[in-house]
């Protein structure tokens, strides 16, 4: 199982980011699929979830209505829309399959 995140930077707060998780190694499309992120000197926390066909979709309270998980089953991958950012949001994002596996991380920050 691979998970490679992509997309990561440093914007100034108010701006955009869309994050990307490349899935391989495992049947994809069978799986919810999350997006975890973790702030220095603070927990893993749960951003956002969908399920395995994107019909579910579950959201942090403090990034709901600025955040959108979705997904695509015939690439294999699944993406964060990021908008409205806060300096709060800066952290590392991860990807996460329900099959247990993590991938590296990609590195938010959001600072004028």
């Known amino acids: 199982v691979q998970l490679v995140e992509s997309g990561g930077a440093l914007v100034q707060p108010g701006g955009s980011l869309r994050l990307s998780c490349a899935a391989s190694g495992f049947t994809f499309s069978n799986f919810a699929m999350s997006w975890y992120r973790q702030a220095p000197g603070k927990e893993r926390e749960l951003v956002a979830q969908i399920s395995s066909v994107g019909g579910v979709k579950n959201y942090a309270a403090s990034v709901r209505g600025r955040f959108t998980i979705s997904r695509d089953n015939a690439k294999n991958t699944v993406d964060l829309q990021m908008n409205s950012l806060k300096p709060e949001d800066t952290a590392v994002y991860y990807c996460?399959?329900?099959?247990?596996?993590w991938g590296q991380g990609t590195q938010v920050t959001v600072s004028s």
């Open positions: 996460y399959t329900q099959t247990g596996y």
